[in-house]
Structures are given as C-alpha cells and as structure tokens.
C-alpha cells in the first residue's frame, strides 16, 4: 500500500509541475544548489491575530503557522489530500473505518517522539477549539492502535483524509498535552509543532521570528503545493506585520523586505524594468469574484429578472477593470472550481449562460418581468480592490440596459454587516477562496442560504447524492449538474471571473514558488 502511494504521488507532484509549467504558472526554479544560511524577511499585508491556528480559519492566521504544524494530510499542487505525517492510509469497503500509519522517527521541536497518542489528542482539542469541528460530526471514535497506527471510525461514509488536510484550519498534530487547552490559552513557548520551522519570538501587530529546526525529517516525496518535500535552507525567517500597501512596497525598493505579500496589480509597471526584483502571480487563483443576488425579495425573487442581470453583465469587460487590464493576473471563466482543480468545467460556456453580453435578452426578460424603473441597491466594499471594481463594472453595465442602480460603498465589516439586513440590499459583492473539495460548497449551496434566502430543490438533491459518494467521476457529473443549475437558476450568486494574487521579492531569493500562501521552504538567498 504504502509504496503503490508513493508511486502515484511522485507521477501526480510531476504531472502538476509539468502543468503549472504549462500554464504559465509563477514556479521560481534556479540552476544553482541550494545553499543554507541566512535571514529571510518576510512583509505580510495582515496582522496575524494568532498562532494557535487551529482555533481560526483567518486567512491571515495560516501563513506563519503552516511552516510550524503538520497534519496526518495536507493538500498537493492538485488540490488532492496525500499523506504528511501520515506514511499512508487506508479504508474498509464503505469507507466507514479509515485507518492511519505515522511515519516514525518524528520529533516535536521540543524533541518528544510523535506517536498516535498526540494525534488522538490533537484531534480532541481540534474538536473542543475549532471553527471546523462540525466537519467532523460523523467521528464516532478515534483510536490509537498502537504507537504508530491511529483508526477513525465513522457512523456513514466520510472522506477523512480529505477533511484532515483542509486548512480552514487544519487539524495539525500537538504534543498530548495539550489535549484539554482552550482557545487563547497556549503561552508562546507551547505553540510546538513538527514543521521545519519553530517559533522563537512573537510580538503581536510587529513581527513573528521562526528559526530552522534542525531534527526536521522531511518527507521523501517530492514538493508539491503543501505536501512532500519541505527543506529550511535559510536559519531565520522573520515575517513583519506590514499592513499599508505603499510601506510593503517601498520596504521591497530599499531591500528591508526580501518578500511582500499582495503586489497591487497597479504596481507591477514600476518593476518590468528592474532586474532586481521579481513579481510573480500565485500558482492558485486568489479568489473568484461573485455578486450575490438577494431571492428574498422583488425583483431577484424572480427568476427572470435574475436571468436579466446574467444576460446583461459583459464579463470580459469587467474583469479587464478588475485586473487593471493585465489579462495574465486574471481569468474570464465560468467555473466555481480554479483551475488546476480535477472539478474543474466548462459547463457555463457551453450551456452559452457565461459572458452573454446580451443586452437585448436582458431587456426582454426585464420588460416579462414587469420592471417598472425601481432602484436596485448594490452594497460594495473598498477594502478588496476586486470587488470594489466588479461592482462599479456591474452598476454601469446594468444601468445601460436600463436599471436604476444605488451603489452603496463599505468598509469590510460594514459592507458585511449591511448583507445581515435582507430588506437592505439587491445584489452584494463577496469572494470565494479556492476549494479543495466540493463539499466545502456545502454551507452555501445546500439548504437555505443565510446570505441571501436562496435555496434550490435541484442543489439540495444532487448534493445529497455527493455525501454519499466516493467515486471521482461520479462526483464530477454531479457538480457539473449543479454548476448547470448555478447559470440555469442564477443563483444564489453570478460569478464574474478569478484573480490572482501577486507577490515581489528580490532576485537573489531562490526556490520561492507561492502557491496560496507565502512559504519559506525549499527557498535560500543567493547573495
């Protein structure tokens, strides 16, 4: 078992190199051996609020703690769950009992063994402090069989490995003893995990300090998004909370940043000429951009006038707005699952429903539907550059075809505050991260949706049909059945494109190949 796996992950870690490549993916690979040594510093454009990862599902409460933690699982340049602290991992028939082998030889950073009791424990806290826990409400028990063999017993088929490497958080693995600790009651010294990296020194809203460690047992596979072979080449690696774009930016120009986090698109120009820095987009789009219709009332509460607004929006003209017309940082496409993702389809194209451009479709369906000139509120935000500029985009475009449009503006938490009061609003802008696996749709598409009343018979029955089913293809015809109904139904959201995020460093930093996050693995500086 376990080397039939380690085949099939060493072609699937070629297959999507070659694919990245392919695409034109930023994959930074240098011809020089790599060489250790030195301080990598690191600008993040968000202020971690903890290092305790496994109690948020923050965006920015992932960076630092993924080069500390491991999982038994964690996701591949495929967006597939292979193995991590696992060596491997096997299911009975119906996919009830899943049962995992550790690699040996594992040390905490503050030199105990791991073994199965630590990842039973882990577990357990998992359950007590996450954001997540209900993912696992299936769980009947999680045993250790012995020192290096841990049993998830289900009450229905569940796809464990899957869950265990979503980082939304991650279930990563702790020393035992901290089975029973709450959120926000972990001192900085017993933030311990098995990573290539440990903590030294945090001092909040300044910087976060992580040195190499030195017992760090790599995996034997080969690199691949977040999975297999993960190397500290550098002896430091200090991540400074730099949240003002211009500050991130200028520290890059003067070399006090060796890496920034989210490049604006609008910025790339001022370093097309200068060989000393590199700007590159992440492997993964950063987000697909989506307008929220609001079914709880007139006049999306009607299908036509849903249909209208899809036929209406010209999505090529839009997302060249939103990429600052820089067509290599985003994509005109259809799909609610990013490319490279095996989910990917087409179905929007070809049921021709995707960037209609359809003015004289939109005003028939508007005048069937009795649209008599009545404002249409759309809420927006200026913190996300993306939507704000989606939405400005739509606003024009739907006022050409003759809407009457409000645009109102908020900050983050007030634009979503706003989307609270259903009697508010018509259509409100959001993004959608990349995801791993169709079931992470589920909270949006399955039963009533919070955001905006919309709940959808046809989802509801093929989602149903997915908990119950293990085959890849057979889950791919179902999601393509329901990303049909998505443009069918125009609901509960209209997508309008993927963006990436950028990020700069210098030239001299080697090995950086970004795919959601910024990672200090596998990178050294050549200076």
């Known amino acids: 078992m376990a080397s039939k796996?380690?085949?099939?992950?060493?072609?699937?870690?070629?297959?999507?190199?070659?694919?990245?490549?392919a695409v034109g993916f930023s994959v930074a690979i240098a011809a020089d051996e790599p060489t250790q040594g030195g301080t990598l510093t690191i600008a993040?454009?968000?202020?971690?609020?903890?290092?305790?990862?496994?109690?948020?599902?923050?965006?920015?409460?992932?960076?630092?703690?993924?080069?500390?933690?491991?999982?038994?699982?964690?996701?591949?340049?495929?967006?597939?769950?292979?193995?991590?602290?696992?060596?491997?991992?096997?299911?009975?028939?119906?996919?009830?009992?899943?049962?995992?082998?550790?690699?040996?030889?594992?040390?905490?950073?503050?030199?105990?063994?791991?073994?199965?009791?630590?990842?039973?424990?882990?577990?357990?806290?998992?359950?007590?402090?996450?954001?997540?826990?209900?993912?696992?409400?299936?769980?009947?028990?999680?045993?250790?069989?012995?020192?290096?063999?841990?049993?998830f017993t289900c009450s229905s088929p569940s796809r464990i490995p899957t869950l265990l490497a979503l980082y939304a958080p991650q279930a990563y693995v702790m020393p035992a003893r901290y089975r029973d600790v709450g959120i926000g009651e972990l001192a900085v010294e017993d933030l311990i995990g098995t990573g290539p990296f440990k903590l030294v020194e945090w001092i909040p809203d300044k910087h976060i300090k992580l040195a190499r460690f030195d017992e760090y047992v790599p995996s034997d596979f080969p690199a691949s998004g977040f999975a297999g072979k993960r190397i500290a080449y550098v002896d430091e690696v200090v991540f400074k909370c730099v949240t003002e774009t211009g500050a991130r930016v200028a520290g890059l120009e003067t070399g006090e940043y060796d890496i920034i986090e989210?490049?604006?698109?609008?910025?790339?120009?001022?370093?097309?000429?200068?060989?000393?820095?590199?700007?590159?987009?992440?492997?993964?789009?950063?987000?697909?951009?989506?307008?929220?219709?609001?079914?709880?009332?007139?006049?999306?509460?009607?299908?036509?006038?849903?249909?209208?607004?899809?036929?209406?929006?010209?999505?090529?003209?839009?997302?060249?707005?939103?990429?600052?017309?820089?067509?290599e940082f985003y994509n005109v496409d259809p799909s609610i699952f990013m490319t490279p993702s095996k989910w990917y389809s087409d179905i929007g194209d070809r049921l021709g429903l995707y960037n209609q451009c359809d003015t004289e479709k939109a005003k028939r369906?508007?005048?069937?539907?009795?649209?008599?000139?009545?404002?249409?509120?759309?809420?927006?935000?200026?913190?996300?550059d993306s939507m704000y500029r989606a939405s400005m985009m739509t606003a024009a475009q739907l006022e050409k075809i003759g809407f009457a449009v409000e645009l109102e503006v908020y900050d983050w938490p007030g634009a979503r505050t706003r989307r609270g009061d259903l009697t508010a609003?018509?259509?409100?802008?959001?993004?959608?991260?990349p995801r791993q696996d169709p079931s992470l749709y589920y909270g949006i598409y399955y039963g009533p949706n919070e955001w905006c009343g919309w709940q959808n018979d046809i989802f509801d029955r093929l989602i149903e049909e997915d908990?119950?089913?293990?085959?890849?293809?057979?889950?791919?015809?179902?999601?393509?059945?329901?990303?049909?109904?998505?443009?069918?139904?125009?609901?509960?959201?209209?997508?309008?494109?993927?963006?990436?995020?950028?990020?700069?460093?210098?030239?001299?930093?080697?090995?950086?190949?970004?795919?959601?996050?910024?990672t200090a693995w596998n990178v050294w500086l050549d200076k």
């Open 467 to 518: 908990m119950q089913t293990f085959d890849d293809a057979e889950r791919y015809r179902i999601w393509e059945e329901i990303q049909a109904e998505f443009y069918r139904s125009v609901g509960p959201e209209i997508k309008h494109g993927d963006i990436y995020a950028l990020h700069a460093w210098q030239s001299y930093v080697q090995g950086y190949a970004p795919a959601f996050f910024a």
């Open 44 to 151: 993040l454009q968000a202020t971690p609020t903890t290092i305790d990862w496994m109690t948020n599902n923050a965006t920015s409460a992932r960076v630092v703690p993924i080069h500390i933690y491991e999982g038994l699982a964690t996701f591949d340049g495929s967006l597939d769950p292979v193995p991590q602290l696992a060596e491997s991992w096997e299911a009975n028939e119906d996919n009830t009992v899943w049962t995992f082998k550790l690699r040996q030889g594992i040390t905490f950073h503050d030199g105990g063994a791991l073994t199965a009791e630590d990842v039973v424990a882990s577990y357990e806290r998992f359950l007590l402090v996450s954001p997540r826990s209900a993912d696992f409400t299936g769980v009947e028990s999680v045993t250790a069989l012995d020192d290096y063999t841990i049993q």
């Open 365 to 384: 369906l508007m005048e069937e539907a009795g649209y008599d000139g009545e404002p249409i509120v759309i809420v927006t935000n200026h913190a996300y």
């Open 425 to 433: 609003w018509d259509i409100c802008y959001t993004g959608h991260t």
């Open 5 to 21: 796996r380690r085949i099939l992950f060493l072609l699937r870690a070629l297959g999507s190199l070659a694919l990245l490549l």
């Open 262 to 327: 989210a490049l604006p698109i609008e910025d790339v120009n001022r370093f097309d000429q200068d060989a000393s820095i590199v700007v590159g987009k992440l492997s993964l789009p950063y987000l697909w951009v989506s307008a929220i219709m609001n079914t709880t009332k007139w006049p999306f509460s009607d299908l036509r006038m849903r249909q209208a607004v899809l036929a209406a929006l010209c999505q090529d003209e839009i997302m060249s707005v939103v990429g600052h017309g820089r067509p």
